[in-house]
């Protein structure tokens, strides 16, 4: 029975995470072609909103149709055209 040495997977391992690099090819970049967009293009800073008494804000859930019509929302946020 063959029992491979630490060394041994460590190869394999090292193999096994270049290879992906190699496939894909290593043709050079050219400087043009560069681009950085910030991760934090767009981002809003957080801003306090109002804050209501509960009553009200159960009144206006009811006034608008409660949960379905969120629920409506969100079907139509999140369906795909098709």
């Known amino acids: 029975m063959i029992h491979p040495s630490g060394r041994h997977w460590l190869a394999v391992l090292t193999l096994s995470a270049a290879l992906p690099a190699v496939a894909q090819g290593s043709a050079?970049?050219?400087?043009?072609?560069?681009?950085?967009?910030?991760?934090f293009e767009g981002y809003r800073a957080f801003t306090?909103?109002?804050v209501v008494p509960w009553r009200e804000a159960n009144d206006n859930v009811r006034r608008i149709g409660g949960w379905r019509e969120y629920?409506?929302?969100?079907?139509r946020a999140g369906a795909?055209?098709?």
């Open 80 to 82: 795909q055209p098709g």
């Open 28 to 39: 050079p970049v050219a400087a043009n072609d560069l681009s950085f967009r910030s991760t």
């Open 48 to 50: 306090e909103e109002k």
């Open 71 to 75: 629920a409506k929302e969100a079907g």
